[in-house]
Nanobody
């Protein structure tokens, strides 16, 4: 069964940057589309960015121009580079996988990571 582990979260000042990593247990990460979500307590989980099996990407409106999703299938890892962070980006960030080439809604993913906390504060 596919397992995902996120890392790279932490405390950062407004305007700062973080790079999140999502590492998979499978040896064939390339057959999965990976989507990053985030969640704030009391709010629904929202999509942040998605990278398909062919490398094409989608970014949420709030993420476009600040966040970049990339993948390294040889390292079985997907990255989320986050720049110019603001307090509104404070959330638990999750990566999720779906077999195939569609960017999934949260209800259809095949596997979730445990999440990594991002706090943007002075």
């Amino acid at each position: 069964q596919l397992q995902l582990v996120e890392s790279g979260g932490g405390l950062v000042q407004p305007g700062g940057s973080l790079r999140l990593s999502c590492t998979a247990s499978t040896t064939v990460l390339g057959i999965y589309t990976i989507r990053w979500f985030r969640q704030v307590p009391g709010r629904e989980r929202e999509g942040v960015a998605c990278i398909r099996t062919d490398g094409s990407v989608e970014h949420a409106d709030f993420a476009r121009g600040r966040f970049t999703v990339t993948r390294d299938n040889a390292k079985k890892t997907v990255y989320l580079q986050m720049n110019n962070l603001s307090p509104e980006d404070t959330a638990v960030y999750y990566c999720a996988a779906l077999y195939g080439s569609s960017c999934p809604p949260a209800s259809l993913v095949d596997a979730w990571g445990q999440g990594t906390q991002v706090i943007v504060s002075t």
